[in-house]
């Protein structure tokens, strides 16, 4: 395949965004179980692991859903590719 190819490219980008994701995932888990083991063993009466958990969590599904669901519809290639073209098009009548 083409490196030079519109698809190739578009595929390597999609291919390095799910990458970070799972990474993220993967750290996620294990952080977050490390903190949990360090948060029982220094204060067990006073829980505070969940507070990185929750926030983190609410990043990862945020990376999530932008990839998986909501893909290019909101501030994804093809809302760039038309403010792109209405950029274009304003500066061509100035």
Do not use: C
Not at 39 to 62: D, E, M
Request: charged letters at 25%; glycine letters at 4%; a positive charge.
């Amino acid at each position: 395949m083409d490196e030079n190819d519109p698809r190739y490219k578009k595929a390597r980008a999609r291919v390095a965004r799910l990458r970070g994701f799972y990474t993220n995932l993967i750290s996620y888990v294990s952080i977050n179980i490390l903190l949990l083991i360090i948060n029982l063993l220094t204060s067990p009466r006073s829980l505070w692991f969940y507070w990185v958990a929750a926030i983190w969590g609410i990043v990862l599904v945020i990376q999530g859903l932008s990839l998986f669901t909501i893909k290019d519809s909101f501030l994804g290639e093809e809302w760039e590719k038309r403010k792109i073209r209405d950029i274009l098009n304003r500066d061509k009548h100035d």
